[in-house]
């Protein structure tokens, strides 16, 4: 049950970064919503472990995967997520972003030569069909005419390096806790965005409004520092292979938090979401065998 809360919690979290995202970019560049995004997402993560930071040496000891991880991992997956929802909507990117357990499964095959089951090949899939039938705002028809958008192909990427963000993170936390994992590498995300501060045009603190710092300490403190922290700690307890179904619940929750911000929910959005929610639960399925007694 604690697992679940933890689990429920961080995508509920990471369902509102797209509305966030979105108030942000009103106001700044990509370059500078990410940079305050991961300022506050820092400092939240280290307000968490001050009284126990990490030591100097995991840098030397875990320098290839905190790199993978902080730098082409979370920068690089921010920095397509900003760019991309400039043009797309929330709920399209956030529709695109729930088939990241699917690639996740192509990307584990490839990479470290995963078996892929039959129903996992169903449900990819299914959950592609979910996603065309999102792109096409529910007519299939329109496919001979059909071209992506901008933003839905830049939120595709994205959502591949998240995949390999997955696979890194298995590969790499060896000897390492969670916890200064996920410090770490948001850290060296941080650095990035500092590195580019020269090159970027940047507001003056007081040219942005309220609705702007909402935005970037609700995406910093919630939608990165607590939701990375919910989400590891309920991984570590029920494992990835159940966790990665609470994936879910992202676009369910970037409909139902865009609705109370009076954003338009259409029919195309449920059936999409309802066919790419039954392909995942697919993958998960699991069939259960019972003793006669």
Not at 13 to 38: D, K, P, V, Y
Not at 114 to 142: R, W
Not at 267 to 288: E, K, N, P, T
Request: aromatic fraction near 16%; charged fraction near 10%.
């Amino acid at each position: 049950m604690k697992a679940s809360l933890y689990l429920l919690t961080a995508t509920i979290c990471w369902g509102l970064n797209f509305h966030f995202a979105q108030i942000m970019l009103q106001t700044s560049s990509s370059m500078e919503a990410g940079f305050w995004r991961f300022l506050f997402g820092v400092a939240t993560l280290a307000l968490f472990s001050y009284k126990k930071l990490p030591p100097v040496g995991l840098w030397r000891t875990h320098f290839k995967g905190l790199s993978l991880v902080g730098f082409v991992g979370i920068f690089g997956f921010n920095v397509f997520f900003f760019w991309g929802m400039l043009t797309t909507s929330p709920l399209n990117a956030a529709l695109i972003m729930s088939l990241n357990p699917a690639v996740t499964l192509i990307f584990s095959n490839i990479f470290l030569k995963t078996k892929l089951q039959a129903k996992q090949i169903v449900g990819i899939l299914v959950a592609f069909v979910g996603v065309l039938y999102l792109l096409v705002k529910g007519d299939f028809a329109a496919l001979q005419h059909f071209s992506f958008t901008t933003g839905d192909l830049l939120i595709f990427i994205a959502n591949g390096i998240f995949a390999l963000q997955h696979i890194w993170t298995k590969k790499y936390t060896g000897g390492i806790t969670i916890r200064d994992f996920t410090l770490l590498t948001n850290f060296i995300c941080l650095l990035s965005f500092l590195v580019l501060l020269p090159f970027i045009s940047m507001r003056s603190i007081s040219a942005h409004n309220w609705p702007f710092w909402v935005s970037a300490i609700g995406m910093g403190a919630l939608g990165t520092a607590v939701a990375f922290m919910l989400w590891n700690d309920g991984l570590k307890m029920i494992g990835p292979g159940r966790a990665g179904i609470f994936m879910n619940v992202v676009p369910l929750s970037t409909a139902l938090t865009g609705v109370w911000l009076g954003k338009p929910l259409q029919f195309y959005h449920l059936i999409s979401g309802l066919i790419i929610i039954s392909g995942l639960l697919i993958m998960q399925y699991q069939r259960r065998t019972y003793a006669l007694k």
